[in-house]
């Protein structure tokens, strides 16, 4: 299930302005490297620059049990790694993989 949405933005204060708008809320994280909302069981962070991750679109993330086991479920059905797995905190583990035309799609493991 899709429950996290990465978007780069290239000024953090307008981008803020705007997503506290359309999602009707205030930031729950709001740090100068990451502001995240969260609304009705999905999250929304804005990236400065694209973060380490260099985003230059948005990425949608599924949250799954397994991110090992989706991972080589996603490449043997012919994805390409992009980041291996990494604990961002709290033992979350995020990773990313590209399909056949260049999109990347971001995986979510809680702990």
């Not at 969260?38 to 990425?59: N, R, W």
């Amino acid at each position: 299930m899709i429950k996290t949405v990465l978007h780069p933005v290239t000024d953090l204060a307008k981008a803020k302005a705007v997503y506290s708008a359309l999602l009707g809320a205030e930031p729950t994280a709001d740090a100068p490297y990451y502001v995240g909302f969260d609304v009705d069981g999905q999250h929304v962070g804005l990236v400065p620059g694209g973060g380490p991750q260099k985003l230059t679109t948005p990425v949608a993330y599924w949250h799954v049990p397994d991110i090992q086991a989706k991972l080589s479920e996603v490449t043997a059905a012919g994805a390409v790694v992009r980041d291996e797995p990494k604990d961002v905190g709290g033992g979350r583990l995020v990773a990313t993989v590209t399909d056949a035309d260049g999109n990347v799609l971001g995986l979510i493991q809680d702990s």
